[in-house]
């Protein structure tokens, strides 16, 4: 399993945000669709559905998050309470409708600026057509089966962010 921007790829499988277990809530990205996952989100919108996939309320890193990430674990700890993890939400905009799916945030201090910018891309793109996100979740899943060590360093992640939107920018 590891993290790259803001998705989740564990044994081939990709997801926005972190991959949930049981009833938790989550978003799986397939050859055929988004799907929800978790409680009061099943569901799947095809891809050919599919004209919009964007996230909101996504932790970005900045010197005051670390400092808060810093004194809320200082209080919870002192305090003998525990936060629920946060999440994000997942827009899948079809041409009926907009839904919101709940994600949960698989970076604990927040994603960095470059790895928000670059995945919000690749999730965009994702829209643009069959061949571009068949190529795209097949390198990204090709990957993750390569890769089942760890979250690679946050260079490392850029890089694979950058080249996965290159490869699609380059069949656009």
Known sequence: MAMVGLFWIAEGDV???SKPSGLAPGVRLTAEG???LGHGQT????WDDVRSLTVEDVPVKSLKRRVGAVVDMALT???GGG???????????TPEEEIELTAYVAAATGYSQTEYDLSRALLSRLTEGAATLLTTLAAMAAWGRAHEGGTPRRDERERLLREWADENAARA
Not at 43 to 46: A, R
Not at 83 to 93: F, K
């Open 15 to 17: 997801y926005v945000g």
């Open 34 to 36: 988004v799907t929800g």
């Open 43 to 46: 569901g799947l919108w095809l």
């Open 77 to 79: 700890a002192g305090l």
């Open 83 to 93: 936060e629920e993890a946060p999440t994000m939400t997942v827009c899948v905009g």
